[in-house]
């Protein structure tokens, strides 16, 4: 092996200028692919991050995934002898039945942390300014267990809505546009016409607008008497120990409970299905750049099997057997393989620190953010792999070619 391995590497270094064009295109499209991917990856994992880290990965409402079955369709079925219409449910006040019995069957559960949600619609009144916003009533003491929120604090604190029972917690953007600020005093009025003056005992910034406008905490209790559902919630959050388990425990949730359990996957489908569409079309393109430069090596390669028809003779007629011959070709593609991997990873390395240092501000964004780069050891050992399975390939057809050579007819056209 190390004879056919020098006979390869003098081959190769025979051609010192199209081996070298050959050896770079590997190591650029092994820089471009994990430069590229990188960027790919890291902006979904950062996506996917936020998305999991500021959402419960599972949330339970007050809603049943199928419409309630109607007597006299329970009783006839769909034989067709009797059908109504125009049927109105009874008014009745929306929320989730027993729910004390559901937060014991899930917090009985080893991986799963869970806090009662009651949210609601109402307005906002402020120096005759009006906003319409989201409220969101939790037990102060379990809002850690599953929200981020504590994270996003940026005056005062979740401490103040513990220690204050008509305390309220608002986004940034909500503040600015009505002109608020730490420890005011705001009315907010239910649609039931209830109103309550609950005082600010801290603002957060999420970094997302819509959410920093729209979103308020307070106290469960005070939520209840707002909204005028006392003793009732109408949502449950749950958080998980192993995020990607989702949308299994919410099956399973779901068929014990009867209420609609939705993971943050379902909640995400169209985003998750166009990250998936992405990534395909990533790895399709930065592919294409490793199977252009395996041309490359095909062309050297079998430039080589031309010229050196007579060495390839004399070796047989020497006794080296094709599947030696066949051996040292596809040995010359390995080395500008592995030689490609072994510059070309380095210089990727390079290319992804570059990116990491590029600050930029989107429009709309208040501060500049970096980009998002991932450094799993996944994506180094398919550019590697990848890289080294093109070079081989590449040189398959040309080492198979030499492998057929006749001696007998190369020598005597030389004599």
């Known amino acids: 092996m190390r004879l056919l391995a020098f006979i390869a590497l003098k081959h190769l270094l025979a051609r010192k200028r199209q081996s070298i064009v050959s050896l770079m295109g590997i190591v650029l499209g092994v820089a471009f692919f994990l430069a590229i991917s990188s960027i790919m990856q890291g902006s979904e994992e950062d996506f996917i991050k936020r998305l999991v880290d500021n959402s419960p990965h599972i949330t339970i409402s007050d809603e049943f995934r199928n419409p309630r079955v109607q007597p006299v369709d329970r009783l006839y079925g769909d034989k067709g002898i009797v059908s109504i219409s125009g049927v109105k449910p009874l008014t009745e006040t929306r929320g989730i039945r027993g729910y004390e019995k559901i937060l014991v069957y899930l917090e009985n559960q080893p991986d799963i942390k869970v806090s009662p949600v009651l949210t609601g619609s109402s307005i906002i009144s402020f120096a005759g300014q009006e906003k319409g916003v989201t409220i969101n009533g939790m ?133 998750m299905s166009t990250l998936a569409i992405r990534n395909k079309i990533m790895y399709t393109v930065v592919s294409a750049v490793l199977v252009v430069a395996a041309f490359g090596i095909y062309n050297v390669i079998s430039t080589v099997v031309m010229e050196k028809h007579r060495d390839i003779a004399i070796l047989k007629s020497m006794g080296f057997p094709a599947s030696d011959i066949r051996m040292i070709f596809l040995i010359q593609g390995v080395l500008l393989g592995v030689a490609g991997n072994l510059a070309g990873v380095p210089l990727g390395v390079i290319f992804m620190r570059a990116m990491e240092e590029i600050e930029f501000r989107p429009p709309g964004s208040t501060e500049a953010i970096s980009m998002p780069v991932s450094w799993g050891m996944e994506q180094f050992a398919i550019a590697a792999t990848f890289a080294l399975s093109a070079a081989v390939l590449a040189s398959f057809l040309p080492a198979r070619k030499a492998s057929h050579v006749q001696p007998v007819d190369i020598l005597r056209g030389g004599l």
Do not use: C
Request: glycine letters at 6%; zero cysteines; proline letters at 2%.
């Open 139 to 271: 037990i102060p003491q379990e809002i850690d267990r599953v929200s981020t929120i504590r994270d996003y604090m940026v005056e005062g604190s979740l401490d103040r809505l513990y220690a204050n029972p008509d305390g309220v917690l608002i986004g940034v953007t909500l503040a600015k546009n009505l002109s608020l600020a730490l420890n005011d005093t705001i009315t907010i009025s239910a649609q039931n016409g209830n109103v309550r003056t609950l005082k600010i005992v801290g603002i957060f910034k999420t970094g997302r607008s819509g959410y920093d406008r729209s979103q308020v905490f307070m106290n469960l209790k005070r939520a209840q008497a707002l909204l005028g559902r006392i003793n009732r919630i109408n949502a449950i959050l749950v958080k998980l120990d192993q995020p990607n388990q989702a949308l299994l425990r919410a099956h399973e949730i779901e068929a014990v409970i009867k209420y609609k359990s939705e993971s943050w996957q379902e909640q995400s489908e169209d985003l």
